[in-house]
């Protein structure tokens, strides 16, 4: 199984980027894919997570309102469309995904495969 995050960039405050994650291997329909986040000299931690077809989606109160997690379980594909960015959104984005459906899609342990990670940057 291999997971390819990609639409990472640098962004003005105010601005939009919309991440995506390919995942090649298997298909995972049933279980979470989500987006975890680590910044610079902090623990890495969670951004959103959907489940199936997508009418289970869950977002950390931090990004909640503003980012929108969507998945394309025809191509394997997870999506984070992120507006309004904020600076304190810098970080290395990662997508991941359950081997197999279980609840503790908030922890990285939750988790079984994961992308290599892709860089945002906001600017002030």
Request: charged letters at 15%; glycine letters at 12%; aromatic letters at 14%.
């Amino acid at each position: 199984v291999q997971l390819q995050a990609s639409g990472g960039g640098l962004v003005q405050a105010g601005g939009s980027l919309r991440l995506s994650c390919a995942a090649s291997g298997r298909t995972f329909s049933s279980a979470f894919m989500g987006w975890f986040r680590q910044a610079p000299g902090k623990e890495r931690e969670f951004v959103a997570a959907i489940r199936g077809s997508g009418s289970n989606t869950v977002y950390a109160d931090s990004v909640k309102g503003r980012s929108t997690i969507s998945r394309d379980n025809a191509k394997n594909m997870v999506y984070l469309q992120m507006n309004s960015l904020k600076p304190e959104d810098t970080a290395v984005y990662y997508c991941a995904v359950q081997a197999f459906y279980r609840g503790d899609y908030y922890y990285s342990r939750g988790y079984d495969y994961w992308g290599q990670g892709t860089l945002v940057t906001v600017s002030s």
